[in-house]
């Protein structure tokens, strides 16, 4: 099992919100490190492009601050998210896209979580995401304590074991294919 966290950094996110969703995501890696420490936790944040923090244990993600800035990147962060294929993935969001925003295929066995973030937030964006997994948090603490308590109650999380694996990419073509539009961050 794995869980892949889809980090809202655009211009929409400038202030409070990102301040938030800062210290919301520094919690919920506390609270998986604490309860689920094997669980594989990738990272994706977009604002004018997706950047992928690789697959690692809550231990071994290394956070930088985040900046809001730019049009928001989703459509290509949705085409990232398909090649990877994720167990379940969380979007942290304010819903405030400048495109149109397409949705994740029905049959993907994906679970999908969306916690909202600002007064603002565009509540129909996010339930055509996340469906009735929909979710508010207006202080770090509520949300962190939500994620860490959905991710434990997954069907198979809470039996994971050190040979859980973290998705990967499709194939080759996929990788080549999604470089122009993708940065990764690499771990030292």
């Known amino acids: 099992m794995s869980v892949l966290l889809l980090l809202d950094t655009s211009g929409s996110m400038y202030g409070e919100k ?3 969703m800062q210290q919301a995501v520094t919690d919920l890696l506390a609270g998986i490190k604490n309860k689920l420490p094997d669980l594989p936790v990738g990272i994706i944040t977009f604002g004018d492009i ?6 690692a244990t809550a231990s071994e993600i290394s956070l930088s601050e985040y900046e809001a ?7 290509e962060t949705m085409a990232l998210v398909e090649s990877i294929k994720p167990d379940s993935m969380v979007l942290i969001s304010d ?23 600002g007064y ?3 509540l129909d964006m996010l339930t055509q995401f996340a469906g ?11 949300m962190a304590g939500f994620l860490v308590h959905t991710l434990s109650d997954l069907p ?4 994971n074991s050190s040979n859980v694996s973290a998705p990967k990419l499709a194939n080759k073509t996929d990788e080549a294919d999604l470089s122009s ?6 771990s030292e």
């Open 95 to 117: 819903g405030i896209y400048d495109n149109n925003v397409p949705l994740i295929k029905e049959s993907e066995p994906t679970a999908r979580f969306a916690i909202n973030i």
């Open 181 to 186: 539009n993708l940065l990764v961050e690499r």
């Open 18 to 20: 990102i301040t938030i």
């Open 50 to 55: 997706p950047v992928l923090q690789p697959f």
């Open 69 to 75: 800035r730019g049009k928001s990147a989703f459509q």
């Open 132 to 142: 009735s997994n929909l979710f508010s948090a207006f202080d770090a603490e509520n």
């Open 120 to 122: 603002d937030a565009d």
């Open 156 to 159: 198979n999380l809470s039996n």
